[in-house]
């Protein structure tokens, strides 16, 4: 009986040792093939690779070039620097708000000739200027709050000239009309242009409307004003705006408009062939009438506000001049429900886009609000209602 016992234990024990034995070479199997079903990033196509890196923010970009040589080599690809924006003072939401300025200052001065599509927003002057020395096939440019003056802008030209097509400049208090005029005289193939109104001369539209030059296909011009009554502006002559919009017919000319009412004076005396006009403050019944008599070109409209008067009979004074007019905005703007119904029968379907608060149209004998609804869509084709009020 003992023997028989023993003689057990030992088929139990061999039995065991076998079994554990087994699992273990299961286990090893099982690594081998979750090994040979892996990816092996470092052979993965540099193709692939370079379109994972444009969706990267530059510290990430940094980060993944140190994972091993194949992916070091895909982040100095030049594919991967013709688009690019850097901001080195950077908001506190910004991604790139832990990069050292160092790391982008290096890329720049390895990347600069590669660059062709920029965004720029940086205290760093110098930076920029290494952009500006080093690059020679810069085809869209955009500076923001930047220290960028008209001496950078002359090393601008000299290099890229020839490729510039796109250029917004916003907050560059540092640039003159002279500086910018600098630009439209030697870059002759510029097709978009956005800066401050303080930039535009009559001069510069003359630069952009000679023979050698391209035909611009959108101008954007920002008058803005931070304290009411401080800022002197111009006046642009109309055989300037003529003369312009003689070499480019189809050009979109948009102006926002942050002024105070009594800043309104020199704007809209003439006819001007803006587009697309913003009012981004409160803008007097005045002014609003004499866009209806000066902005023949007009496309869209959008009005912040206007005070407590009903913009009755400037509204349908611009229907009837405005005859391109397909998008109009009204914010805190007060119109009688007649007038709006009018207005819009005079446009017809060709406004693509109404929008006006429910709250600021005026009942009157003709038209309730819940009238209102049926008339317009009627008149536009389509089914239309007024905007309401957040309850927030």
Known sequence: MKRGRKTDEANNSSSE???EKESKRHKIADEKAIVAQSPDWGNLL???ILQVFQYLPL???????QVCRSWNQVFHMPDLWRCFEFELNQ???SYLRATHPELIK???KRHSNHLQYVSFKSHFI???TVVFVNSKSLSSLKIDDTPVDDPSLKVLVANNSDTLKLLKMSSCPHVSPAGILCVADQCHGLRELALNYHLLSDELLLALSSEKHVRLEHLRIDVVSENPGQTQFHTIQKSSWDAFIKHSPKVNLVMYFFLYEEEFDPFFRYEIPVTHLYFGRSVSKDVLGRVGMTCPRLVELVVCANGLRPLDEE????AERCK???AVGLGECEVSCSAFVEFVKMCGGRLSQLSIMEEVLIPDQKYSLEQIHWEVSKHLGRVWFPDMMPTW
């Open 17 to 19: 040792e076998t079994s």
């Open 46 to 48: 540099q193709d692939i």
């Open 59 to 65: 510290l990430d970009r940094a980060h993944a070039s």
């Open 91 to 93: 908001p506190a939401t």
């Open 106 to 108: 290096q890329i720049i």
């Open 126 to 128: 110098s930076a920029l």
């Open 315 to 318: 509204l349908i004074r611009i």
């Open 324 to 326: 391109y007019l397909s």
